[in-house]
């Protein structure tokens, strides 16, 4: 038996995840290993099963979150920290060496409550990543609009935002707003 990549003190033992696929589990700190490719064989052979939609209020959610790098507990290569969502800096440890992924205790009640433990293999795709940059950009700049404009001036510039991108003349309304005086011949 592997030690655990995380705690150091237990020893990974196999078994499944809820009874549904093959993954190991730390003897000590109930962290787990699972592969990519046994969730995704699992998933091949259970196409209907779907993950409940809200297991518990999000916030009764307790899990942990290993800050430090830790190792792949097959190759021994540092694992890669990869976000879940843009709004929680929460991440979980993936292999990309051998695909798979550690989940600390509780990150797998975590991704059932956010309703993601039906895309595990997704999480750790490019895009999916690269989705997470994009909202996590927008979340600060619409941080900071709100914390200059405040947020009434703000609501009502999205508002005004939206609809002069939906008009054909676009354009010719904004050369009208940003013209000192739209009623001169001068400009």
Same mark, same amino acid.
């Not at 690269?130 to 600060?140: G, H, L, P």
């Not at 609501?155 to 904004?174: G, H, I, M, P, Y």
């Given at each position: 038996?592997?030690?655990? =990549?995380?705690?150091?003190?237990?020893?990974?033992?196999?078994?499944?995840?809820?009874? #549904?696929?093959?993954?190991? =589990?730390?003897? +000590?700190?109930?962290?787990?290993?699972? #592969?990519?490719?046994?969730?995704? +064989?699992?998933?091949?052979? *259970?196409?209907?099963?779907?993950?409940?939609?809200?297991?518990?209020?999000?916030?009764?959610?307790?899990?942990?979150? =290993?800050?430090?790098?830790?190792?792949?507990?097959?190759?021994? +290569?540092?694992?890669?920290?990869?976000?879940?969502?843009?709004?929680?800096?929460?991440?979980?440890?993936?292999? =990309?060496?051998?695909?798979?992924?550690?989940?600390?205790?509780?990150?797998?009640?975590?991704?059932?409550?956010?309703?993601?433990?039906?895309?595990?293999?997704?999480?750790?795709?490019?895009?999916?990543?690269?989705?997470?940059?994009?909202?996590?950009?927008?979340?600060?700049? +619409?941080?900071?609009?709100?914390?200059?404009?405040?947020?009434? #001036?703000?609501?009502?510039?999205?508002?005004?935002?939206?609809?002069? *991108?939906?008009?054909?003349?676009?354009?010719?309304?904004?050369?009208?707003?940003?013209?000192?005086?739209?009623?001169?011949?001068?400009?």
């Amino acid at each position: 038996m592997k030690r655990c =990549t995380s705690c150091k003190d237990g020893v990974l033992k196999p078994g499944s995840i809820e009874e #549904l696929f093959r993954g190991y =589990t730390c003897s +000590s700190c109930e962290g787990n290993w699972i #592969l990519i490719e046994d969730y995704l +064989s699992w998933k091949r052979q *259970n196409p209907e099963y779907k993950f409940p939609e809200d297991i518990s209020n999000l916030n009764d959610v307790v899990a942990e979150d =290993t800050k430090r790098a830790i190792l792949c507990p097959v190759s021994g +290569s540092i694992m890669q920290k990869i976000k879940i969502i843009a709004s929680s800096e929460h991440r979980i440890d993936y292999s =990309t060496v051998v695909g798979g992924v550690w989940l600390d205790k509780g990150e797998w009640d975590l991704l059932k409550a956010e309703g993601l433990a039906g895309s595990l293999n997704f999480l750790v795709t490019h895009e999916w990543q690269k989705k997470i940059r994009e909202n996590k950009a927008q979340e600060t700049f +619409s941080e900071m609009y709100r914390s200059k404009f405040g947020d009434d #001036l703000y609501d009502k510039a999205k508002e005004v935002r939206k609809w002069l *991108n939906s008009t054909e003349q676009k354009a010719d309304v904004l050369a009208y707003l940003n013209a000192e005086d739209p009623y001169s011949a001068e400009r």
